[in-house]
């Protein structure tokens, strides 16, 4: 019962700072617009030399189930994927029988313009885990990046992650700081701590930005069906059972968009989330304490 009460107040406590953040009140609310300035200070010819002479080039499969996106949100979400300081990537988009006509007219001039971008149309629509395990079939690299349709990649998130590969070969899970996008600027960081297995069952604390040794998602099934709108949260609970080496980056790499149709704005946006959320937590039980 204490355990119960310290997480649901520490769960709390992350979402409160996340929307009030303390240094909102001696630095003014632009200071978010001044830490970025701060401490996303990249050199990219560094950069990209770094990358050139990394030991070890993983190709990274980023994984994107796309379904009725607005036409611009889905066109950040694929060009934040083309900026990419690591180059060797693959992104494999799958659409989950969209019925928007600006949906594949994208689809097929970006893949045309690309031969990175692979895209595979869905003859019935399976909702979120579905489409998530069909583009994931598609991938060939050692790593799956995680990506929703109208959210974007900071320019170095593959870089750093694959930074992170070449010093520590035997990761499996990685996840990043994360904030949202919302009219064209970046605000709500959430700066983590160090991850917990404890806090994990009582939040989806991992989050963006995820990703997984590739292997170790066939091993574990990747996404199941009927936990739709909590399937992140499953698999990275189910990816820990199964003693993933966890890592995480301190920095920002993903940028998730408050939009009508997305839960960034909040869980009321999709209702059914709240009971998938006690149908997780309950099945988490199960998972070593």
Not at 155 to 183: G, Q, R, T
Request: with cysteine.
């Amino acid at each position: 019962m204490f355990s119960l009460l310290y997480y649901t107040f520490i769960k709390y406590m992350i979402r409160f700072q996340i929307k009030f953040h303390p240094f909102r009140l001696w630095r003014g609310k632009n200071w978010y617009q001044k830490w970025i300035e701060n401490h996303e200070k990249y050199d990219i010819n560094v950069v990209m030399n770094e990358c050139k002479h990394f030991r070890h080039k993983p190709l990274m499969s980023i994984i994107l189930p796309v379904y009725n996106v607005q036409e611009d949100y889905l066109k950040e979400c694929i060009e934040s994927v083309e900026r990419q300081y690591y180059t060797n990537w693959q992104l494999c988009i799958a659409d989950d029988c969209s019925n928007m006509p600006h949906i594949k007219k994208v689809l097929d001039e970006y893949q045309t313009q690309n031969s990175k971008i692979l895209v595979t149309y869905r003859s019935e629509n399976g909702h979120i885990s579905a489409c998530s395990n069909t583009a994931l079939e598609m991938a060939t690299g050692e790593y799956i990046v995680l990506l929703d349709n109208d959210d974007i990649l900071s320019d170095f998130a593959l870089y750093e992650v694959v930074k992170v590969i070449n010093e520590h070969s035997d990761v499996d899970l990685i996840f990043s700081n994360e904030d949202k996008w919302l009219d064209n600027k970046r605000v709500q960081p959430f700066f983590k701590k160090n991850w917990g297995i404890q806090l994990l069952m009582h939040m989806n604390y991992i989050c963006h930005l995820s990703v997984y040794r590739t292997s170790l998602l066939k091993q574990i099934k990747g996404f199941r069906i009927g936990y739709e709108g909590v399937q992140d949260w499953d698999l990275a609970l189910r990816a820990i059972q199964n003693n993933a080496n966890v890592w995480h980056i301190p920095k920002i790499l993903y940028h998730w968009r408050i939009s009508p149709t997305s839960t960034a704005g909040g869980e009321k946006k999709k209702n059914y989330i709240k009971e998938k959320q006690k149908m997780l937590i309950e099945d988490s039980k199960k998972y070593t304490m």
